[in-house]
């Protein structure tokens, strides 16, 4: 069993995780054993988590999330996806080209030539 959880700390941000026991993980961040960024921000609250039948699953699950703005993660929250799903559309289409290029970079095509 695995969880991704979603902490609101006393400053307003937040901190993602995953643990295999929610509950006694709270409880460490709640005693300033948790993380860092928790520690300092004493008390936390849980506003979010997912429930996966592997902590493999979760930990992916929070790798993904971190990398999130703050925007996405409080659409996920709220359970608007379809939110979520306008936040995630690339908006600079050069870097857009680049993350999707089979080869890694840029791919233009030239209307006007011939080869494939």
């Known amino acids: 069993m695995g969880y991704l959880y979603i902490l609101e700390c006393s400053d307003g941000s937040y901190y993602t995780g995953s643990t295999k026991n929610l509950k006694r993980r709270l409880t460490q961040h709640q005693n300033g054993e948790g993380a860092n960024h928790t520690k300092r921000r004493l008390p936390v609250k849980l506003l979010y988590y997912e ?3 592997r902590i493999d699953t979760a930990f992916y699950r929070e790798k993904q999330i971190q990398g999130w703005s703050r925007a996405k993660k409080e659409a996920l929250m709220r359970g608007d996806l379809g939110e979520l799903h306008q936040l995630s ?3 600079n289409e050069s870097h857009c080209l680049q993350r999707y290029s089979v080869f890694g970079s840029a791919q233009t095509s030239n209307s006007n030539s011939t080869e494939p």
């Open 51 to 53: 429930k996966y039948s």
């Open 89 to 91: 559309e690339c908006k």
